[in-house]
């Protein structure tokens, strides 16, 4: 027997219709390119997004066409977000921190029609406009008047956003009533080896993860929450917090380029800010400014820390010194990104606090839609004890079923997606990154914990970064090499630091050595990229 509900398809317009209708004159505060801040709200996102839709149609762009944007965090990638995905066509986001080659290679791979940018980002426009043929539209983020004509002259199809809005009419526009299943936005991973790959979400499954993602285990998001989104809005759609400040009507402050510790405490506590969710080298630098100031941002309540390990002496900071709760969540490109988060349960409560942050160190448990499994090099399931390690794999109504177009095998082993992070899971469900498989050090056949090691190093007083590489060894296979960047002025040897271990971790995974560097290389979303890290220490290693 069928249910005797209505039928209505889970749609990315709803959300900014709902925003809009119950929570129009929440206010959405961005910093922008220019260096000021602009407000605006629900309602005049709305009205903004059915412009651009109309836009769209004027200029032909048929549904499931794909429109990439180059911005950051802000309005009018806000607006880009409702009226692409709203009107039926697929929301393309683009990390500027990739190669311009590797960029032109993506929008031809998505067949870009439209591209958006910002003004910050017209030299990768200069780069790729001649190599990407198929786009009709460029289009700048801009104020009026403002079009970079002179640097973009050769640029055909270049034009202003305000203006090609300001030509559209200001009547409501009839959002499509698509499939849910539609897709409504894609996003490609970054592609250490080989070309990026492209994982295409649907309306679906960006409302479900949306939802899921907004519960109090996970973001814990409310109409009373300012919730200002570090993580950027061209990566995984900066969390679904985008998609989830509509789906609750919370106020939402958008950071622009200024990412720095500096920017982002003036801007918290000016706003109001009462979550932030970024990666953990962001709030390195805000924990930074928080220690110069002596107090955190004023409403500064919680904080989301994930694409990266959360080290225990950066939850310890947040947590003890400043009275900011972490909330340690773990995903990927191919997940939406969120599967796990790592909240108590309520036996929990009564635990020491060295057991607490034991669990708060792992990177947590399923939210509902993820179900998770951990297999050995044989294919067979492993028991969830905390100790046994093998490869993640997950399945859910908002993990990947296939890459784009990628003209690989399918990737998924009997229904799941095979995540390549080695972890353990306990009987409670937690699950625990070792590493991803290929960062693991094998020393004399046995696993090290590349992110232990860093962990440790990073609750040494004089690190600043820490990371930790396999190098190859004659006897054991592979070591570990520590790379530091040291805090400023402070001084600190490579003894102190390998003492500092005795006690913490197994004698055989201390490194058997440190490197100090000035910087570690980072990747386009922040995190270390220990390939590069690799190439350039190999010829050096040992010589420290
Ligand atoms: P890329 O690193 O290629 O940009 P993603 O952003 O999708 O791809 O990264 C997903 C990977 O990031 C995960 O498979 C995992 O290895 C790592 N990751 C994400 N969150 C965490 C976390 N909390 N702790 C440790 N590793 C994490």
Redesign the pocket.
């Known amino acids: 027997m069928m249910g005797l509900m209505q039928q209505q398809p889970l749609l990315i317009s709803s959300l900014i219709d709902f925003a809009a209708r119950f929570h129009g004159d929440t206010e959405i505060v961005s910093r922008r390119v220019e260096g000021d801040r602009h407000r605006t709200t629900w309602a005049k996102v709305q009205r903004r997004s059915m412009r651009l839709a109309r836009g769209l149609d004027a200029w032909g762009v048929q549904r499931g066409e794909r429109v990439g944007t180059l911005a950051w965090n802000g309005y009018r990638h806000l607006e880009l977000y409702y009226g692409v995905s709203g009107s039926g066509r697929v929301l393309h986001t683009i990390n500027p921190r990739l190669h311009p080659e590797q960029i032109a290679w993506i929008v031809n791979h998505a067949e870009d029609q439209v591209v958006a940018f910002e003004l910050s980002f017209v030299p990768i426009i200069q780069a790729i406009a001649a190599k990407c043929p198929g786009v009709r539209k460029w289009v700048a983020l801009c104020e009026p008047g403002a079009l970079p004509g002179d640097a973009l002259g050769e640029v055909a199809g270049l034009v202003g956003y305000e203006e090609w809005l300001a030509a559209q009419s200001e009547q409501p526009y009839a959002w499509p009533v698509l499939d849910e299943n539609e897709a409504s936005s894609i996003c490609y ?4 080896t080989g070309h990026p790959k492209g994982v295409l979400y649907s309306h679906r499954s960006t409302l479900l993860h949306a939802a899921a993602g907004a519960l109090p285990d996970v973001m814990c998001l409310s109409a009373a929450d300012s919730v200002l989104p570090v993580v950027p809005m061209f ?2 759609n900066a969390w679904g917090t985008p998609y989830a400040a509509a789906m609750v009507g919370c106020k939402l402050v958008l950071p622009g380029p200024a990412l720095d510790g500096a920017s982002l405490f003036e801007i918290m506590d000016d706003e109001g800010v009462t979550l932030s969710a970024g990666v953990p080298t962001v709030w390195l630098g805000l924990l930074a400014k928080i220690r110069q100031e002596g107090r955190r941002p004023l409403s500064l309540a919680r904080v989301l ?6 080290p225990q002496a950066m939850i310890e900071s947040f947590q003890d010194e400043w009275g900011v709760e972490v909330r ?7 997940m939406s ?1 969120l599967g796990t988060a790592a909240a108590f349960k309520f036996k929990h409560q009564a635990l020491a606090p060295q057991q607490r942050m034991h669990l708060q160190t792992s ?1 947590g448990r399923p939210l509902f839609g993820v179900d998770m499994r951990v297999v050995g090099a044989d294919g067979a399931e492993l028991p969830w004890d905390g100790r046994a390690v093998g490869e993640l794999e997950v399945r859910g109504p908002w993990v990947l079923a296939d890459y784009y177009r990628s003209g690989l095998p399918n990737p998924l082993h009997d229904g799941w997606f095979p ?3 080695v972890v353990s899971i306990d009987a409670d469900g937690f699950m625990r ?1 070792v590493d ?1 498989s290929k960062d693991v050090i094998k020393s004399g056949g046995e696993w090290i914990s590349s ?1 232990d090691i860093e962990n440790v190093a990073m609750a040494h007083p004089a690190v600043a970064m820490a990371a930790c590489v396999a190098v190859p060894h004659p006897k054991w296979d592979e070591r570990p090499l520590l790379v530091v960047v040291k805090k400023p002025g402070a001084q600190v040897e490579s003894r102190d630091l390998l003492t500092f271990y005795e006690g913490k971790v197994a004698k055989w995974w201390i490194p058997d050595d440190v490197m100090f560097v000035d910087a570690i290389p980072l ?3 922040g ?1 270390i990229l220990k390939t590069r890290l690799r190439e350039q220490l190999l010829g050096s290693a040992g010589q420290s």
Not at 189 to 192: C, Y
Not at 305 to 310: L, R, Y
Not at 328 to 334: D, I, S
Request: aromatic share 4%.
């Open positions: 991973t970054s592609g250490t990566h995984v820390i994930g694409g990266s390990a959360a340690h969540a773990w995903g990927m490109t191919e990104p990177q995540t390549g992070d990154i991803r992110i990747g386009a979303t995190k």
